[in-house]
């Protein structure tokens, strides 16, 4: 990987004014705009393994990986012929597949305490069908959320809720009825007091707790395991369903997620990303006593024309089989620390400050100094102005990391040792000039 000159990316810029004339903002998804880094966002050709190329024809490092899903990199080629194979034989059917089961055995072997799952076409869709079941179930209408954790876009979870609405310092979307919102109790993270209080005060009226319990979409906000168990406990005792969502940290920071991370069982747990190896697959699941409460079973409707559909569940099955067969999360775990030993002396020596927060293979870097925040508003706001600054200098050394300091990083099996000594390198040079 070479140096290279800050040449102005003609094609990307041709494309990306096509791309506004008839997309709005140019984009399908807010933060791929690069609104929050300022400049205009590159076009993609082509990934494979950790690398993507550019229409322009220049190659980068790739630590997006699609926010998530692509854990063993791009065209990972055992997931590419599984997926050739599937559409031969036919995209969809509308009707009950071999793969889908399949899919289904594998996730439910693999997760804490999960019998039965249902598969959806995004994280998005996983999170609100959850909760419509955890209301159903419970016959309760309050869910509880937490400032800054983000759960797709779904109406009543669309309130402080991270990711691009962090970035564009939203605290809520127009076009949600305040109805809907009202419905919402929002909390900060790692406070156990003002937990106790919400429950003693309607703890009973309360459906589910939903948490993203290694929150990654406002930061990586780790959280006290003691937290977390206070979650549990409280829930139980109110009946009230704890729901965690692992749509990023599912599949991803272990086999069993933060559930078996953490040694905590959620009544439901929503998944994504991972789960469809880079297809759309969202997934939701719990106790069998639970999730029967779904139509055709149960009172509780909920529906998809491509759930399940044999194309995408041939992508899940094969990322998730390569990932157990190749130890893929024990290397992921090596490779973390890898980076971490590699990283810390560098950031200890720039002038701007600058810390790791790693889990597994979900990495983030804070532009503050001091303890690693574990709440929303202990995230130094000044850190976006630096960020970029820092994310262009990276993407002209051939570094693609998300378009905004509030977004994580990942690592896949396909980053070797040259692709994170090309990232240490790069941000040693970048913090250099800063
Ligand atoms: C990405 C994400 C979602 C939404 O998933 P989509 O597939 O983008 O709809 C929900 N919850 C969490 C924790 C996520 O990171």
Known sequence: MTERSAQPRVTSAAWFKRAKECLPGGVNSPVRAFHAVGGEPIVIRSGRGALIEDVDGRTYVDFVCSWGPLILGHAHQAVVEAVRQAAERGTTYGALCELEIELAETVTSLYPGLEKVRFVSSGTEATMSAIRLARGVTGRDVIVKFSGCYHGHADH???????????????????????????????????????????????DNIAAVIVEPIPANNGLLLQREAFLRKLRNLTQKHGALLLFDEVISGFRVGAGGAAELFGITPDLATFGKVIGGGLPVGGFGGAGTIMDNLAP??????????????????????????????????????????????????????????????????????????????????IEPRAAKNYRRFFHLMLENGVYLAPSSYEVGFLSLAHEEKHLQHLCNSISAALDKM
């Open 157 to 203: 979870l669309l309130v402080a809720a991270g990711s691009g609405l962090a970035t564009f310092g939203q605290p809520d979307s127009a076009g949600v009825p305040e109805s809907f919102a009202s419905q919402t109790r929002i909390l900060p993270l790692d406070d156990d007091e003002a937990l106790e209080t919400l429950f003693h005060q309607e703890g």
């Open 297 to 378: 079973e149960g009172p509780v409707y909920q529906a998809g024309t491509l759930s399940g559909n044999p194309v995408a569940m041939a992508a899940g099955l094969e990322t998730l089989r390569t990932l157990k067969r190749e130890q893929g999360w024990q290397k992921l775990e090596t490779a973390g620390k890898k980076l971490e030993t590699m990283l810390t002396p560098i950031l200890e020596a720039s002038k701007t400050p600058v810390q790791l927060v790693r889990c597994a293979s979900v990495f983030w870097l804070a532009f503050q100094g001091g303890a690693a925040p574990r709440r929303a508003d202990a």
